[in-house]
Every structure is written in structure tokens, then in C-alpha cells.
């Protein structure tokens, strides 16, 4: 676990887009009682999470700061809309729960790694090092 979270960056990404889809499955029962938010605005933002951690994966900083910036949108839109409705402690503790995961493996050592311009330096750096791409022309 130590090795993944200092040097696996996409492990930890795919383990981003499994609590967001968590986080989907969380908030839909809730709805239930406070139908608050439709699910096609549900599945609006799980797109945008995935295509976000997509292009995490590919090395986007300008995609990490949007994800640590709406991870805890579900979280607060939660608190302010349906505080009274929901029983707290089930979804309200699990919602937090995974909102604290995902922001912790959005800061993660490795994903902070993976995004840093120089990580993209250094790959370049390798394959000019290694004589290049073989098989490409």
C-alpha cells in the first residue's frame, strides 16, 4: 500500500473513479426522500469526474485542480439541501467518508508526482536516453 500511494499513480486514480461512482451509489437512495437533484445531473457530474480523472491519468494539473476543487460539491450540496431530511448518520458519514478518501488520494504523493512538469521531462528525457520509441519512424 505504501509503494502505491508514493509510486502508482494510476492505481490510485482508478481507485478515484471507483469511490465516485460510490459516491453515486450513496446519494441515489437518499434522493429517495429529498429528490433534490435529478439523475441525469448525477450522471452529468459522474461524466465529468471521469473525464477529469481521464485526463488526470494523461497528466492534466489544470484537471487536478478542477477535482480537488468539485470532489466536495456531493458533500456540501448535501449538507445544505437535505440536512434534515437525510438520516445522517448512514449516508451523510459514508458521503464524508468518501469525499475525505478521494481528496486524500487526489493529494496523494504519487498523483502530485505524476503531475508535476518534470515528471513529463524525465519520461521524455528517458526514451531520448533509451535511443528513442522502437518501432516508430
Known amino acids: 500500500m505504501v509503494r502505491a500511494w508514493r509510486q502508482q499513480p494510476g492505481m490510485l486514480i482508478v481507485a478515484f473513479a471507483v469511490l465516485d461512482v ?3 451509489a450513496v446519494t441515489r437512495p437518499a434522493e429517495q426522500y429529498a429528490s433534490h437533484v435529478p439523475v441525469a445531473d448525477q450522471i452529468f457530474w459522474l461524466a465529468l469526474d471521469s473525464l477529469l480523472a481521464w ?6 494539473r489544470v484537471a487536478w485542480v478542477i477535482l480537488l476543487i468539485i470532489t466536495p460539491f456531493p458533500l456540501i450540496g448535501s449538507l445544505v439541501a437535505t440536512f434534515a431530511v437525510w438520516s445522517w448518520p448512514t449516508y ?3 458521503l464524508a467518508a468518501i469525499v475525505a478518501a478521494q481528496t486524500m488520494l487526489l493529494v496523494s504523493p504519487a498523483i502530485r508526482d ?3 512538469p518534470s515528471h513529463q521531462h524525465r519520461r521524455t528525457a528517458v526514451i531520448v536516453a533509451g535511443g528513442g520509441l522502437r518501432g516508430v519512424r
Open 92 to 94: 451523510g458519514q459514508a
Open 114 to 116: 505524476h503531475i508535476r
Open 22 to 24: 460510490l459516491t453515486f
Open 55 to 60: 485526463r488526470l491519468w494523461r497528466g492534466s
